[in-house]
């Protein structure tokens, strides 16, 4: 069983940037897939990127890929999701989730078991 909690989150301009981490607590990191997850007010809880366990692979949405990019240490047992070139549509509550029995890069988010409990990002235009 893995335990996340995430950081960084914030208020920021459009155009600026912010560098989520999301820490586990527990045995085996380098085991898990990691993935970002955002829910916006009324909206679903949408894929953003995910991440091999290794590090090797990993996935973006659509809509960030080229602005954002996920890391992850596994001697720190951390992932990390760099956020560049904000945008006001950024703007949501943003989850880190873990997964141990999935391989590769899983964008569903039934798929991961593991979920941290959130944190607030907000772009100002």
């Known amino acids: 069983q893995v335990q996340l909690v995430e950081s960084g989150g914030g208020l920021v301009q459009a155009g600026g940037s912010l560098k989520l981490s999301c820490a586990a607590s527990g045995r085996a990191f380098s085991s898990y897939i990691m993935g970002w997850f955002r829910q916006a007010p009324g909206e679903e809880r949408e894929f953003v990127a995910g991440?091999?366990?290794?590090?090797?692979?990993?996935y973006y949405a659509d809509s960030v890929r080229g602005r954002f990019t996920i890391s992850r240490d596994n001697a720190k047992n951390t992932v990390y999701l760099q956020m560049n070139s904000l945008k006001p549509e950024d703007t949501a509550v943003y989850y880190c989730a873990a997964d141990r029995r999935a391989r590769g890069v899983v964008t569903g988010k039934h798929e991961y078991e593991y979920w941290g409990q959130g944190t607030q990002v907000t772009v100002s235009s």
């Open positions: 991440i091999s366990s290794s590090g090797s692979s990993t």
